[in-house]
């Protein structure tokens, strides 16, 4: 079942001679319960594309559907609203809010939103983040791979129809990385979570059902991984 299809995205910056193209023309789709890598040189334009599929920015053209939902038709506080629900946003520097404990930072869509948090469900993905002990700890008494940990958590809790994310081990030493990327497949595999990754890591291209090739800022590669 197709969850995501991008049609003929473009996102242009600045004019004439000076135009840039970051995101050219590019088109693909993912079903529910993919894990996609997508890769490319700094500067390819894997992290805008990203933001776009997202909602975060919007595109110079084309089209981004979302559980059958063609995001761009929806203005700024209904497309924010969409994301809230249905886009797990993961970054590199964990976006956390310093003055929320671990539950709260988790729990923030739910929140925002006026849902009642599932208890049962928390605990058990608090458990399965093995951050149990450290539910009331702030965000600066948190390792690095504790806070993703909690971003991850955060994208989770509203099972959304996808989760994007940026470099989530970009900030990491190799230990931690390799928690995130089993945490990754784990929220993958145990939640059918669809789950889109930029990376330069290859650790998490091995692990990615698809890899998706971007170079200066057009698709150019888009293979299954054995």
């Known amino acids: 079942m197709e969850i995501l299809r991008v049609e003929n995205l473009c996102k242009t910056y ?3 001679e000076n135009l840039v193209r970051a995101v050219d023309n590019i088109s693909f789709s993912v079903n529910k319960g ?21 909602g975060v920015d919007r595109p110079t053209s084309g089209k981004v559907f979302i559980d059958g939902k063609d995001i761009y038709t929806l203005n700024d506080d209904n497309l924010a609203i969409f994301r809230r629900r249905q886009v797990g946003l993961i970054y590199q520097f964990y976006n956390l809010i310093p003055i929320l404990n671990v539950e ?23 458990k399965t983040l093995k951050l149990s002990d450290r539910k009331n700890h702030l965000p600066n008494e948190l390792s690095g791979g504790q806070q993703q940990r909690v971003s991850i958590g955060r994208a989770i809790i509203n099972e959304p129809a996808i989760m994007l994310a940026d470099e989530p081990t970009g900030n990491l030493d190799s230990k931690a990385s390799e928690e995130i990327i089993s945490l990754l497949r784990l929220s993958n595999k145990k939640y059918n979570q669809t789950v889109i990754v930029i990376t330069h890591d290859e650790k998490i291209a091995l692990e990615a059902d698809r890899v998706i090739t971007i170079d200066d800022g057009k698709l150019i590669k888009d293979e299954k991984n054995n």
């Open 14 to 16: 600045g004019k004439g």
């Open 34 to 54: 993919e894990f996609v890598a997508i890769v490319g040189a700094s500067g390819s334009g894997k992290s805008t594309l990203l933001h776009l599929i997202g």
């Open 104 to 126: 709260e930072n988790i729990t923030l869509p739910c929140n925002l939103d006026g849902k009642e948090v599932d208890r049962d469900k928390l605990e058990e993905l608090l």
